[in-house]
């Protein structure tokens, strides 16, 4: 699994027009599913996100997890992350798990968060979402299970 995550002031997903999910401070995550990832990527990567520090304290320190800054969280799937441009102009997403795997990996994912966050917003699997968002600091990192221990 991969994932882009950004801290931020606020976000939110539209989808024809109509906001769908919306967050206060916290992070975006934009969650890409691969082909061979199982249940056991998605416990390893909330796992890594759910205590990583990369929230100020009072000193400006990112010495503070979502839990510690009682932050909210936007998922939103993007099988983009997955993009291989190795060759062409044309990106190839066949390192992308199929949809059935993808959307199955995707709740699954969201179900974890929930289980440790009060609020927390989604995109639609497979919409075509618009997000906004204020990155915060600017902040964002990408995290990716094949080089998660």
Same mark, same amino acid.
């Given at each position: 699994?991969?994932?882009? !995550? =950004? ?27 691969? =082909? ?12 890594? &996100? ?13 010495? &503070? ?12 799937? =993007? ?18 798990? /199929? ?5 199955? &990996?995707?709740?699954?994912? !969201?179900?974890? !968060?929930?289980? /440790? ?25 990408? &995290?990716?299970?094949? =080089?998660?221990?």
């Amino acid at each position: 699994m991969r994932a882009v !995550v =950004q801290r931020v002031t606020r976000a939110s997903v539209t989808i024809d027009g109509e906001v769908t999910g919306r967050i206060g401070a916290g992070y975006v995550v934009l969650l890409g599913v691969g =082909q061979h990832d199982t249940r056991v990527q998605a416990d390893t990567l909330w796992g890594k &996100l759910r205590g990583l520090r990369i929230n100020e304290d009072d000193a400006g320190k990112t010495n &503070l997890s979502l839990a510690d800054v009682d932050g909210e969280v936007l998922v939103v799937s =993007q099988f983009t992350l997955y993009a291989n441009c190795r060759r062409g102009r044309r990106p190839s997403f066949t390192d992308a798990a /199929d949809p059935a795997l993808a959307n199955e &990996l995707y709740e699954y994912f !969201v179900g974890l !968060v929930r289980a /440790d966050v009060e609020h927390v917003a989604t995109g639609t699997f497979a919409a075509n979402m618009q997000v906004e968002l204020v990155n915060d600091g600017p902040f964002t990192i990408v &995290l990716d299970t094949d =080089q998660l221990a």
